[in-house]
């Protein structure tokens, strides 16, 4: 069983950032793409910002500019560092990973870390 685990969320003020960890722990696992997804209260999951096993990244277009993801592929970590945050912003974000094993192939979900933004 492979486990995520985020960190790094609380409240910000308008126009401050964050950085937004997440660990993929367990055994005989290896991770490929990991990713960054949040939802805001009322509203559908969205994505924020994904990157491969080759470290190509793509961003969700409220995120474009502002939000960067990065990743340590020997500690199964990625971080997403986040600018000139917004209220909008304010949401759960979750890390998403896709895991193979030597049987499998799953998309696993971290619990989700909650950010706010808000003077």
């Known amino acids: 069983q492979v486990e995520l685990v985020e960190s790094g969320g609380g409240l910000v003020q308008p126009g401050g950032s964050l950085r937004l960890s997440c660990v993929a722990s367990g055994r005989d696992f290896r991770v490929t793409d990991m990713g960054w997804y949040r939802q805001a209260p009322g509203k559908e999951r969205e994505l924020v910002a994904d990157?491969?096993?080759?470290?190509?990244?793509n961003y969700g277009d409220t995120a474009k500019g502002r939000f960067t993801i990065s990743r340590d592929a020997a500690k199964n970590t990625v971080y997403l560092q986040m600018n000139s945050l917004k209220p909008e912003d304010t949401a759960i974000y979750s890390c998403?990973?896709?895991?193979?094993?030597?049987?499998?192939?799953?998309?696993?979900w971290g619990q989700g870390t909650l950010v706010t933004v808000s003077s």
């Open positions: 990157i491969t096993s080759s470290d190509n990244t």
């Open positions: 998403n990973a896709h895991i193979t094993t030597a049987t499998a192939y799953i998309e696993t």
